[in-house]
C-alpha cells in the first residue's frame, strides 16, 4: 500500500469493531480526512496511547480502499489539561465541530491548520481562560471564511455607527443602528462596549484582547453575537455551544 506523511490533529474519535477506532484528521498537508488505527483500543497497541483527542502527532499513514490507515503515530506535545477539565474539552469540542463542519474532506486551508493549533495550544494552557481564547477562535475563523459581520457602518442606512448600543443582524450582515434595529424583527440587542470588544477582535488586535478582562456578562454577549453569525452562515446549528451551556 503507498504510504504518505501528515501533521496531524484528531478532531474526533469512534470506536469501531473490537478494538479499532475511526478517526476524523484535520491535517496540514491534505485538509480534512477519515482514517483507521487498526487494534489501537488495545493496551498494548503503539499507535493507542498517541491519538488522544485533540493531540497533534506526525503520522504515516497507508492509502486505503474506504478510509486511509493509521500506519505510525510520534505524537507531538499533549493535550493533558485540556483532556483534565471538562470545560477546556468542551470548548476543544466547539473547535473541532466549527473546523468540521467548515471544511470539505482534502481541500487544505494553511491558516485554518495553524489557526487551530494555536487555538488547542491556549486551551490546554491552564493559566489562560478557555472562554476568551474560544471566543477569539471564532472570531478568526470567521474572518478567515469572509464573514465578518459589519461592525463600523450600519447595514440598514449605511451611515457610521456611533458608540452606542444597537443591535446585532447576522441576516442582515452586522450591527444595525439604534434607528434601523427598532424597526427590525431579525436583530438581538448588543451593547456599546460588546461592540468595542467585537470591534477589537475584528480588527485583530490580540494584545489588546488578552489585556481585557472580560466580565461573563459581557462575554456571554460577543459569544452570542459571534455564534448567531457562524450559525447563520453555515446553516445549521452547532451542537456544541448547548454543551457548552449544559455545563456552564
Ligand atoms: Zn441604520
Redesign the pocket.
Known sequence: MPTYQADAIVLRRLDYGEADRILTLLTREYGKLGAIAKGARRAKARTGSSLDLFGRSRMMLARGRNLDVVAQVERQGDVRHIAGDLHRTAYACLVAEVVDKVLEDRHPVDDIFALVVTTLGQLNDPERQPRADAAWFLMRILDLLGYVPQLQE??????P?PEAAAWFSPLLGGV??????SHEQSGSPVSVNALKVLRLMAANDAELFARLRLRPELLHEVEQALEAQLEYHLDRRLKSFDFIRSIR
Open positions: 450600519c447595514p440598514g442606512c449605511s451611515r455607527l444595525l443602528c439604534a434607528d434601523c434595529g
